[in-house]
Nanobody, 116 residues
Framework: QVQVVESGGGSVQPGGSLRLSCTISGGIFVIYNLGWYRQAPGKQRELIATVTPDAKPTYAADYLRGRFTAARDNYKKEMSLQMSSLRPEDTAVYYC?????????WGQGTQVTVST
């Protein structure tokens, strides 16, 4: 059974930084295409970035690329999302998704709250 687990969320003031982590158990980490998503209250889930098995990130929007950095370490079996200059509108539940062929696995998400 493949399990995807996000961690690293929390509360931070505007302008602050957080680093999220995604780990996978029960599967072969290196085969998955991975992605970071987020869902703000009352909004649809949106893609932030995807990272290929050879650790190449692609960002969904240029405005995210400047503040968010997605990375992957196949040796540590971890994908990370470094977030900086956080804004209140970044408040959301952040999710990790792992995809291989027709199979996709979601984590339960980690809450990020940006407020004064």
């Amino acid at each position: 059974q493949v399990q995807v687990v996000e961690s690293g969320g929390g509360s931070v003031q505007p302008g602050g930084s957080l680093r999220l982590s995604c780990t996978i158990s029960g599967g072969i980490f290196v085969i998955y295409n991975l992605g970071w998503y987020r869902q703000a209250p009352g909004k649809q889930r949106e893609l932030i970035a995807t990272v290929t098995p050879d650790a190449k990130p692609t960002y969904a929007a240029d405005y995210l690329r400047g503040r968010f950095t997605a990375a992957r370490d196949n040796y540590k079996k971890e994908m990370s999302l470094q977030m900086s200059s956080l804004r209140p509108e970044d408040t959301a539940v952040y999710y990790c998704k792992a995809v291989f062929a027709k199979y996709e696995y979601w984590g339960q998400g980690t809450q990020v709250t940006v407020s004064t």
